[in-house]
């Protein structure tokens, strides 16, 4: 127990006071912050009507570095197989939901998924470009604005269950962009690489992580199939898919592979291959909702505003530009692709959560800066804050746009 220290070392003032918790053991303290989270992201759910992930984020700013500093960013280190698991769970049950014979079905559906990731990459580092930033550092922005974040994405669907076609084609986008997105990093990171870099080992590598990562992924969902036969109908079920969503993730890194893509691959198959006899829990159950608890905490605790008012320009172009791109190619295909105007602005309001999910299944810590180290420190700090911004608010976001906007059926 004495890896995880998210708190402070001494123990000899009383646990209400702020030395006290800096103080805590750590699995006391990870405990009291948990209970600190649901209680008040329930309570600001029912007095505000404020998405619970938000609440759940408020309380890990809270403990940050940027006010009380109960914890440090480089203590969750120690945390992170942990937190990785808990986007594992989410990301597997993401690639359960979606229906990518939908693609092939309407060919203009499968242009927007591209292009909405596609428009909001390239407008964001042309605009960085533009304000002065370096082109190989706007790019990796650009890249990151890809992608949407599937973790906020399928914590929101749990809590209003919303049903229709905006719903639907969110859940696709997002798969794919997410992946997209990992895709679009590994290329920027052979093009920093420099000129001296091997491109035909490169692109061999490149084959390797999506063959391997596709094949892990639908090994696994086989397996779940195969084995599901002697589970089904307990409630051992959940336990079996958590098994295999563990082994699919720690092989993925194991083997440098991708996990995302692992994961969302594994979902589709097994829907595939089970249809109406999967049944998935939402989170997988009660123990990937302890873990979804800790992840908005630890997102929260991450939330970073360094250079907020120095940056703001580069901050609020990051924000506005994808949010232009993202929704010009939803409008621009619109129509041909079913859906209505009313639609659109929702499916491109819904699309706005920023992910850093493209990065972070990628590294070994949740330190950027080692993991980008090619990238220009303001560019970077600029790209965090914004990421920052729009992880908060992103679950207000698409709650908005689902119940809102598109006004969506509920489930129940």
């Given at each position: ?93 993401l690639g359960t939901r979606i229906r990518p014979r939908w693609l092939i079905d309407n060919p203009w559906l499968a242009l927007t998924c591209l292009l ?176 979804s608890v800790v992840l908005f905490i630890c997102l929260g605790v991450l939330l970073s505003a360094d250079g907020l008012l120095a940056l703001w320009p ?38 706005q959560p920023m992910s850093s999910l493209a990065v972070l299944l990628a590294a070994d810590t949740f330190d950027w800066a080692s993991q980008l180290a ?39």
């Amino acid at each position: 127990m004495t890896a995880l220290t998210p708190f402070a070392r001494s123990a000899s003032a009383p646990l209400w006071t702020l030395e006290g918790l800096r103080g805590a053991d750590p699995v006391l303290g990870l405990a009291l912050l948990m209970l600190l989270a649901v209680v008040l992201a329930e309570g600001l759910h029912r007095a505000v009507r404020l998405p619970r992930a938000c609440g759940h984020m408020l309380v890990g700013a809270l403990a940050s570095p940027l006010v009380l500093r109960l914890l440090e960013r480089s203590e969750l280190d120690a945390w992170k197989p942990l937190i990785d698991l808990a986007i594992a769970v989410l990301v597997f049950e993401l690639g359960t939901r979606i229906r990518p014979r939908w693609l092939i079905d309407n060919p203009w559906l499968a242009l927007t998924c591209l292009l909405e990731g596609a428009f909001a990459g390239v407008a964001v580092a042309l605009s960085l470009v533009a304000l002065g930033a370096p082109s190989l550092s706007a790019a990796v922005a650009g890249v990151v604005a890809m992608s949407t974040s599937p973790v906020i994405t399928m914590v929101v669907l749990h809590e209003t269950r919303p049903r229709g076609q905006v719903t639907e084609r969110l859940l696709l986008m997002t798969a794919l962009n997410s992946v997209l997105a990992m895709l679009a990093l590994k290329v920027w990171n052979v093009v920093a690489a420099g000129p001296g870099h091997d491109l035909l080992m490169t692109g061999t590598g490149a084959l390797y992580l999506v063959s391997a990562s596709f094949l892990l992924g639908a090994v696994c969902g086989l397996l779940l199939e195969l084995f599901s036969r002697l589970v089904r109908g307990t409630s051992a079920m959940p336990v079996l898919q958590v098994a295999l969503v563990i082994i699919a993730s720690m092989l993925a890194v194991q083997w440098t592979l991708s996990p995302l893509f692992a994961l969302l691959v594994a979902g589709m198959v097994a829907r595939a291959r089970m249809r109406h006899g999967l049944t998935v829990e939402p989170q997988l159950g009660s123990v990937g909702a302890a873990l979804s608890v800790v992840l908005f905490i630890c997102l929260g605790v991450l939330l970073s505003a360094d250079g907020l008012l120095a940056l703001w320009p580069w901050v609020l172009t990051i924000i506005a530009v994808r949010l232009a791109g993202k929704g010009a190619a939803v409008a621009l295909l619109a129509r041909p692709s079913g859906l209505g105007w009313r639609q659109s602005a929702a499916l491109t309001l819904a699309l706005q959560p920023m992910s850093s999910l493209a990065v972070l299944l990628a590294a070994d810590t949740f330190d950027w800066a080692s993991q980008l180290a090619a990238v220009d420190r303001p560019v970077l700090q600029a790209l965090l804050v914004a990421t920052a911004l729009m992880q908060l608010t992103g679950p207000l976001w698409t709650t908005l746009a689902l119940k809102r906007v598109a006004c969506e059926s509920n489930a129940e």
